[in-house]
Each structure stands twice: as C-alpha cells, then as structure tokens.
C-alpha cells in the first residue's frame, strides 16, 4: 500500500468501522479466530500505528498466504496492517501478546 492510500485514521477508528469485514476477509483466508494485538488495544495507536492481527497457521498457510491478507486488509481498512503467526512474534513478548490478544 502506498503511503498516498493510506487515510489518515487511527487503526481503532478503522477497525470500528471495518471490523465484521476484516473478521469476513480473515475467515476467508481461512483464518477462524484472527486477534487483535497491540496498540489498538490499549488506546495508544496513532494515525503511524499499525492494525496488528494476530492469526494461527492453519495446514497450507504460506508466507504468500500471510502477504496476501495483509494487502488486503490494508487496501480494505485504508491504514497499515501487519499480520503475524505466533512463531513470527519474537519469544521475549509472545507470552504476553498471546495472553493479551482479543478476537477481531
């Protein structure tokens, strides 16, 4: 996503008003239980902030996979989205993120 797509909102505002679509696109990757992570969830985000979903590998998932709903959730929120597995989060925080996470 070019920095020219992206709307000045913070993730919060966008996941307000796209969160039963992005919960759609996630479970169309075939992402069941997609999380939120981060500062979404503790009322720290900025228009800079990331949308941080947290999803499970399932049999077949690839980084492609990963990629692929990434851009999408991007081009669909219209503000940065990273997407993770919780073997992409680094061990010094993954208890933590896992404990905190809250479903999409």
Same mark, same amino acid.
């Given at each position: ?8 909102? =913070?993730?919060?505002?966008? +996941?307000? /008003? @796209? $969160? *039963? ?5 996630? @479970?169309?990757?075939?992402?069941? $239980? %997609? ?7 503790? @009322?720290?985000? =900025? ?5 941080? /979903?947290?999803?499970?590998? !399932?049999?077949? #998932? =690839?980084?492609? #996979?990963?990629?692929?709903?990434? !851009?999408?959730? !991007? *081009? ?12 992409? +989060?680094? %061990?010094?925080? $993954?208890?933590?993120?896992? $404990? !905190?996470?809250?479903? +999409?």
């Amino acid at each position: 996503m070019s920095n020219s797509a992206i709307k000045h909102m =913070t993730p919060s505002e966008a +996941l307000n /008003l @796209h $969160r *039963e679509a992005l919960r759609r696109l996630c @479970h169309s990757y075939g992402f069941a $239980r %997609p999380c939120v992570f981060g500062s979404v969830l503790t @009322h720290t985000d =900025t228009e800079d902030s990331d949308l941080d /979903l947290l999803v499970e590998s !399932q049999d077949g #998932t =690839t980084l492609f #996979t990963l990629a692929g709903l990434e !851009q999408d959730a !991007q *081009e669909l929120t219209g503000v940065r989205v990273s997407v993770l597995t919780p073997g992409f +989060l680094s %061990p010094k925080f $993954r208890d933590r993120v896992m $404990r !905190q996470a809250e479903p +999409l």
